[in-house]
């Protein structure tokens, strides 16, 4: 079965990076768009970033030239690089397949001094 797996979250600094990795399996990776989406504390979840099967990617407008999507299709992976982060990207932050609503378990990412 389709299965997301998300590692990389933790403690980072105002203005510091951290890197998300989603690896997937279950199905024919290469050929499916991917994405991040994250849920803070009260707030509903919202998307983050995504990558289709032709690299083409797109961004929240929150993040734009701060995180960077990237897929390697032959590790199954997709990652998130987060650069100057703020206290405001604290959330949970889920790996998601968007065809068929697939879901991982989300990694904590929090931005505190």
């Known amino acids: 079965q389709v299965q997301l797996m998300e590692t990389g979250g933790g403690l980072a600094q105002p203005g510091g990076s951290l890197r998300l990795s989603c690896v997937a399996s279950g199905f024919p990776f290469s050929i499916y768009g991917m994405g991040w989406h994250r849920q803070a504390p009260g707030k509903p979840r919202e998307p983050v970033a995504t990558?289709?099967?032709?690299?083409?990617?797109t961004y929240a407008d929150s993040v734009k030239g701060r995180f960077t999507i990237s897929r390697d299709d032959a590790k199954n992976t997709v990652y998130l690089q987060m650069n100057s982060l703020k206290t405001e990207d604290t959330a949970v932050y889920y790996c998601?397949?968007?065809?068929?609503?697939?879901w991982g378990q989300g990694t904590q990412v929090t931005v505190s001094s």
């Open positions: 998601h397949r968007p065809n068929g609503a697939y």
């Open positions: 990558i289709f099967m032709n690299g083409r990617t």
